[in-house]
């Protein structure tokens, strides 16, 4: 069970982004099977979205909107959209479920917040407590990765994109080709995020993440050294 006042967090922040939730889901496959499945929504419910999505194909947003009215006031249901087969299904739902997880850690770092109470959608995870620690793990999906600034490679993601990424490649230009994917292709941070499928958003720095953490955060802490500017370098 939530602990007092995240439920309320979650429920105002879907109650602004529903156009946008309904938006990134293209087709109902698997979206409204697993609400079914997990048994979030009634099997007559989910026959009767499944008839309105064949009266209007063209017409799947506004199908997927009213989904989301009837499941407003269930936390579990509101869940069950950021699962793990979801956000692999539907890339545009990726910066969203970051959206409501900065919003979830916003309320545990409240003065009012119950400790331990903001809990990821797939796991834990927990903010490094000051820039000066010399050891900063994260954790997401069980995977425990130091994050300290003697590390030379971190592995990192970009939507569905996975690759490692070379830090004192990186120091020497954030032009350089600093990360590297499973087949050994290099790419810039801007390539990379263009290649996770936000090529439209803006700034790679919050787009590219380390267990869960962005590498825009890692710099600002220092455990990622910013990179030397084109006329230094020269």
């Not at 026959?47 to 506004?62: E, G, L, T, Y």
């Not at 592995?155 to 954030?174: N, T």
Request: net charge positive; glycine share 6%.
């Amino acid at each position: 069970m939530s602990a007092p006042g995240t439920s309320d967090e979650i429920f105002q922040w879907f109650r602004g982004e529903k156009i946008n939730i309904s938006y990134a889901i293209k087709d109902t496959f698997p979206f409204l099977y697993l609400l079914r499945d997990k048994k979030r929504i009634s099997e007559e419910d989910f026959k009767k979205w499944c008839d309105k999505v064949i009266a209007q194909p063209n017409d799947i947003s506004k199908v997927v909107y009213d989904v989301l009215e009837s499941i407003q006031t269930n936390v579990l249901a509101i869940k069950e959209i950021f699962c793990k087969e979801n956000l692999e299904a539907y890339q545009n739902l990726q910066p969203l479920y970051e959206s409501l997880e900065n919003v979830l850690q916003h309320a545990q770092n409240s003065p009012v917040a119950v400790p331990g109470s903001s809990k990821v959608l797939q796991g834990e995870m927990k903010k490094p407590a000051s820039p000066g620690e010399q050891q900063r793990k994260g954790m997401q999906n069980n995977e425990i990765q130091d994050l300290s600034v003697e590390v030379r490679t971190l592995k990192v993601r970009c939507g569905r994109s996975k690759g490692v990424f070379y830090k004192k490649r990186f120091i020497a230009g954030e032009s350089r080709k600093c990360i590297k994917d499973p087949d050994g292709k290099w790419f810039t941070p801007s390539e990379f995020k263009a290649k996770g499928g936000y090529k439209s958003s803006k700034g790679w720095r919050s787009c590219i993440r380390c267990v869960g953490i962005s590498l825009e955060a890692l710099i600002k802490w220092g455990e990622i050294l910013k990179p030397q500017p084109e006329s230094s370098r020269m």
